[in-house]
């Protein structure tokens, strides 16, 4: 299963935004600049997490985006939802958007091998994006962060070396 450039860009985009948490929002250009996003493909999903109900907007010199809700009881899952719909590889299995197989000649059986496989696969994307909040997701990119910093020169020593 592949994720869209739409939820890539939006956890990139929250990444910002969970780290600005509780102060001043940002704005869209500055996300965009640090994230590296397209500005106006951002602005079209920072309003659709708008209309989720996880971000809020304000116009004006102090305008910007901000999350509205505790990084904590945002899961990743929800996020890619929002964004791409639901996480089951197909429409026979999901919990959110379920609809029963048209073409297949397995529709009107008990049992479906396809369904049994995908049902697995469905069952662990879903364990691991409704586990991980964007407090985890936010903690895990800044370790990555400090483990990944430049190096710094040592310090030319001072006076006279003695042997």
């Given at each position: ?32 600049q ?21 971000l ?5 010199i ?18 890619i ?60 990119v ?5 483990n990944?910093?430049k ?13």
């Open positions: 299963m592949r994720f869209s450039k739409k939820s890539q860009y939006a956890l990139r985009a929250l990444i910002e935004l969970t780290q600005s948490y509780g102060h001043a929002p940002l704005r869209r250009k500055e996300i965009a640090r994230q590296q996003i397209p500005v106006g493909f951002l602005e079209s999903i920072l309003l659709q997490l708008k209309h989720a109900g996880i809020d907007s304000r116009t004006g102090a305008g910007g985006f901000r999350l509205i809700k505790s990084p904590q009881d945002v899961s990743l899952g929800s996020i939802r929002t964004l791409d719909g639901p996480l089951a590889p197909i429409a026979c299995i999901s919990q959110t958007a379920y609809q029963k197989c048209q073409d297949c000649p397995y529709a009107d059986h008990k049992q479906c091998p396809i369904k049994t496989v995908m049902l697995e696969v469905r069952n662990a994307i879903v364990a691991i994006l409704d586990h991980y909040t964007l407090k985890d997701f936010f903690q895990n800044s370790s990555f962060q400090c990944h910093e190096p710094k020169k040592p310090e030319k020593a001072r006076g006279r070396i003695r042997s």
